[in-house]
């Protein structure tokens, strides 16, 4: 009978990890839905590939990875961190798997190879939009360190700390770093 309640409690915790990843997917599809509605006519995308060189489609590479990248954290958000990308659900842990072992905001660096690949297939230059586009990339920079670090430094303390002087914010490492065995979660 007492092994009645620590197989209860697994069920209920593999349960509650699988809703938050479903929620974290959700919110992070409808995220990439908005985003590939609104964006394309904003920044002048154009289907029409008639002019356009045929070395332009070798960016659609480095799109669909940025894409699957930040897909694939979004993920990482809900089943390691139990929660979502959005503020107001963030996750419930620090998530240090996968491409979090490279750079500690991956999820920021596959959108821009994401968006920057299909700037160069559909994209016209206009110095409006790529002043916007930078002001929008420092826009993200400031959220970065202003809100976010300071934020999860509150949130995980030391561990986050350690996490933070071993990977860098936007440049991946070219190995991944490996955390301390106590520091690692029950993943």
Same mark, same amino acid.
């Given at each position: 009978m007492?092994?009645?309640?620590?197989? &209860?409690a697994a069920t209920t915790g593999r349960n509650h990890r699988w809703l938050a990843a479903a929620v974290s997917l959700a919110v992070g599809l409808s995220f990439f839905g908005l985003w590939f509605w609104l964006l394309p006519r904003w920044l002048g995308f154009t289907v029409d590939t008639a002019g356009a060189a045929r070395w332009r489609w070798l960016a659609a590479v480095p799109s669909v990875l940025g894409f699957a990248i930040a897909l694939r954290c979004v993920w990482d958000f809900g089943w390691t961190g139990r929660g979502t990308p959005v503020p107001?659900?963030?996750? &419930?842990?620090?998530?240090?798997?996968g491409f979090y072992h490279y750079v500690r905001n991956p999820m920021y660096v596959g959108f821009a190879a994401g968006w920057i690949g299909l700037w160069v297939i559909f994209g016209h230059?206009?110095?409006k939009v790529i002043?916007?586009? @930078?002001?929008?990339?420092v826009a993200v920079h400031l959220f970065v360190i202003l809100y976010e670090e300071p934020t999860l430094g509150k949130k995980f @303390?030391?561990?986050y700390e350690l996490y933070r002087r071993n990977v860098r914010r936007w440049c991946p490492r070219l190995r991944a770093w490996e955390q301390p065995r106590r520091m690692m979660s029950d993943e």
């Amino acid at each position: 009978m007492t092994d009645a309640k620590p197989a &209860q409690a697994a069920t209920t915790g593999r349960n509650h990890r699988w809703l938050a990843a479903a929620v974290s997917l959700a919110v992070g599809l409808s995220f990439f839905g908005l985003w590939f509605w609104l964006l394309p006519r904003w920044l002048g995308f154009t289907v029409d590939t008639a002019g356009a060189a045929r070395w332009r489609w070798l960016a659609a590479v480095p799109s669909v990875l940025g894409f699957a990248i930040a897909l694939r954290c979004v993920w990482d958000f809900g089943w390691t961190g139990r929660g979502t990308p959005v503020p107001v659900a963030p996750p &419930q842990r620090l998530v240090v798997v996968g491409f979090y072992h490279y750079v500690r905001n991956p999820m920021y660096v596959g959108f821009a190879a994401g968006w920057i690949g299909l700037w160069v297939i559909f994209g016209h230059p206009n110095p409006k939009v790529i002043a916007a586009v @930078g002001a929008v990339a420092v826009a993200v920079h400031l959220f970065v360190i202003l809100y976010e670090e300071p934020t999860l430094g509150k949130k995980f @303390g030391p561990e986050y700390e350690l996490y933070r002087r071993n990977v860098r914010r936007w440049c991946p490492r070219l190995r991944a770093w490996e955390q301390p065995r106590r520091m690692m979660s029950d993943e």
